[in-house]
């Protein structure tokens, strides 16, 4: 039920971002600079796409890991993955003690698996069973494809709202057509706001979505729980620095790796722990 719900959840997300723009296009009055930013939006987001394991894996200074110096990770990696009848993705270990891992890759067929080191010294290996199975799923649930659309739609609202910002509000001959130039302002600044919380709504829902594929590959929901748990505790213990190539790359992990509390919550990438926890502990029968 709750993998319906997030999967509808997602495209109705998708809808709002998309309708967002359309919005934006109808406050700036031109189609001129929805075409130019929906052209530099894809072109980013389609370099992001191809290379967004490049990217992730450079910015954690992971380097490949053989099975002769990790037999135990391609243990775990190779059963999960013949379990879902699916490629072997190439693994990478980060030197970084800040418990973590993720996954990138635009498909099954160019993936890679990044542990960092303080996240093998955590865990035990089946909490890090349920830590591989949550990151394979979002391979196969092209979670890369899905945020690289939703990164685009967003990218669009954010270009358009800056391009207006350059031409005379309202935009028409006639005064009698032109649109209240508060209301076109202030729809102006909040889209770009809106795109972004929507943006991470989605990342949001995909998180949920891989806990449930994750827990349904592995066949043990609560080793991903326990491993959770551990994982946020750790991340307050050794937050990585916010710094912008890291900021990047966050929203891979399993985890949110800066220790956010609070406010911070709002523009967080992922779901709080305890609502993770606790939809894990209803498919483990235990709610």
């Not at 406050?27 to 389609?46: D, H, P, Q, R, Y």
């Not at 391979?139 to 800056?162: C, E, F, P």
């Not at 919550?265 to 926890?277: G, K, N, Q, W, Y």
Request: net charge neutral; aromatic share 6%.
């Amino acid at each position: 039920m709750h993998r319906h719900h997030n999967g509808l959840r997602t495209a109705a997300l998708l809808g709002v971002l998309s309708a967002l723009i359309l919005v934006v296009g109808q406050l700036v009055g031109g189609a001129s600079g929805l075409t130019i930013a929906l052209v530099l939006a894809l072109g980013m987001n389609a370099f992001a796409y191809f290379k967004s394991d490049t990217i992730a894996l450079r910015s954690m200074r992971a380097r490949p890991v053989s099975e002769v110096e990790a037999p135990w990770l391609y243990a775990i990696v190779r059963d999960l993955s013949t379990a879902a009848q699916q490629p072997m993705p190439q693994l990478y270990v980060s030197p970084t003690q800040a418990p973590n891992a993720f996954a990138t890759g635009r498909n099954p067929q160019h993936a890679a698996v990044c542990v960092t080191e303080g996240i093998t010294q955590l865990l035990d290996q089946r909490e890090l069973r349920g830590v591989l199975g949550h990151e394979l799923s979002h391979v196969y649930n092209r979670d890369i494809l899905i945020s690289s659309v939703a990164a685009t739609l967003a990218s669009v609202v954010m270009y358009v709202a800056q391009f207006a910002m350059f031409l005379p509000l309202g935009g028409g001959s006639d005064d009698d057509d032109r649109p209240n130039p508060v209301v076109v302002l202030l729809g102006l600044l909040l889209a770009p706001v809106a795109a972004s919380l929507v943006q991470l709504a989605i990342s949001r829902s995909r998180e949920f979505e891989a806990d449930a594929s994750g827990a349904a590959l592995t066949g043990d929901p609560l080793a991903l729980a326990s491993a959770l748990r551990k994982i946020e505790a750790g991340a307050r213990a050794l937050p990585l620095p916010p710094e912008p190539r890291l900021q990047t790359t966050s929203s891979l992990m399993i985890a949110n790796p800066f220790g956010a509390g609070g406010a911070g919550r709002l523009f967080s990438t992922h779901p709080p722990t305890a609502e993770r926890v606790r939809r894990l502990e209803e498919y483990a029968g235990l709610r």
